[in-house]
Nanobody, 130 residues
Framework: QVQVVESGGGLVQAGGSLRLSCTAS????????MGWFRQAPGKEREGVSC????????YYADSVKGRFTISRGNAKNTLYLQMNSLKPEDTGMYYC???????????????????????WGQGTQVTVSS
């Protein structure tokens, strides 16, 4: 049984930083591209960042480029999202997700499409105050 669990969310002032973590079990972690998504109240879920199974390829939404960094530790089955210079518009529930094994994303549009992902966590709340 695959389990995906996020942690690290919280309340932070604008300009601050948070580091999200995601652990995945029940799958061969280094065979999966992984992504971070977020959803604000009343809005659709949107892709934030994706990293390939090897960690070589990364993709970011334009809104977070230069501020967020995705990384993975395959030995620990863990995915990370370092978020710096946070803004109130970054507020939302952040989800970690695993794509199907062996899936290749050729560009950001496909990599950040939530429908391309199979396994999802329950989310961790990030609130940025102004």
């Amino acid at each position: 049984q695959v389990q995906v669990v996020e942690s690290g969310g919280g309340l932070v002032q604008a300009g601050g930083s948070l580091r999200l973590s995601c652990t995945a079990s029940g799958l061969i972690f280094d065979g999966y591209s992984m992504g971070w998504f977020r959803q604000a109240p009343g809005k659709e879920r949107e892709g934030v960042s994706c990293i390939s199974w090897s960690g070589v390829r990364t993709y970011y939404a334009d809104s977070v480029k230069g501020r967020f960094t995705i990384s993975r530790g395959n030995a620990k089955n863990t995915l990370y999202l370092q978020m710096n210079s946070l803004k109130p518009e970054d507020t939302g529930m952040y989800y970690c997700a695993a794509a199907a094994p062996g899936v290749y994303f050729p560009n950001a549009d496909t990599a950040l499409n939530p429908f391309r992902y199979t396994y999802w966590g329950q989310g961790t709340q990030v609130t940025v105050s102004s």
